[in-house]
Nanobody, 121 residues
């Protein structure tokens, strides 16, 4: 199994930036794709961004041009740099892992505990 731990959430003003981290541990060989989802209060979970350790990235239309996903292989850590934040970005952000992008989008095999991001107007 793989364990995921998110960090970096907090309160930020609209237009500001935050950098989220997701550290993976345990059996990480089946986590070739990692990414981020978010769930706002009263809303369903939504895809945000995906990252392949072998190359490639994908973003939801709502965050393109504002968010950047990246990874540090030596640390088994994936990051989400969030710029130009909007109040609509307020949500609990969850890290996820899976053997492929398709699996990540449909049924990740691991989830982090979530980290709260709050953007004030």
């Amino acid at each position: 199994q793989v364990q995921l731990v998110e960090s970096g959430g907090g309160l930020v003003q609209a237009g500001g930036s935050l950098r989220l981290s997701c550290a993976a541990s345990g059996r990480t060989s089946s986590s070739t794709s990692m990414g981020w989802f978010r769930q706002a209060a009263g809303k369903e979970r939504a895809f945000v961004a995906a990252f392949n350790w072998g190359g490639g990235k994908s973003y939801a239309d709502s965050v393109k041009g504002r968010f950047t996903i990246s990874g540090d292989n030596a640390k088994n850590t994936v990051y989400l740099q969030m710029n130009s934040l909007k109040p609509e970005d307020t949500a609990v952000y969850f890290c996820a892992a899976a053997p492929s992008i398709v699996a990540l989008i449909t049924l990740p095999n691991a989830w982090g505990q979530g980290t709260q991001v709050t953007v004030s107007s």
